[in-house]
């Protein structure tokens, strides 16, 4: 049997023991953090891997949540993402709920 390995939380914290937090492996945290990570991974910004991460729509007027949701279940297949942008009352600002539930859970 393979050796658990425990997956380090993300933003780095310490735990009580001193050792670094982690989140257990296929939890609704351990998804959630790893959605969080590929939402803040501009597309093209790792060497290694420059087709992961997401388009940065920072300056978009009509945020494609649908299309975002799509790229983030093509890297994170364990989760069920729902997004909604909700405009301000002038117009000016989008603001972004990302809520992610575990696949089949």
């Given amino acids: 049997m393979a050796p658990v390995i425990p997956h380090i939380r993300w933003p780095f914290g310490l735990s009580p023991a001193a050792g670094l937090a982690v989140v257990d492996q296929d939890t609704i945290q ?27 729509n920072t300056f978009r007027a009509d945020y494609p949540a649908g299309a975002v949701a799509r790229e983030v279940s093509e890297w994170e297949p364990r989760a069920v993402v729902g997004i909604t942008p909700t405009t301000s009352t002038d117009g000016q600002v989008i603001r972004v709920s990302v809520h992610t539930t575990l696949k089949g859970g």
């Fill in 30 to 56: 351990d998804v959630q953090q790893c959605v969080h990570v590929l939402l803040h991974t501009p597309r093209g910004s790792r060497p290694l891997a420059p087709h992961i991460g997401t388009d940065d």
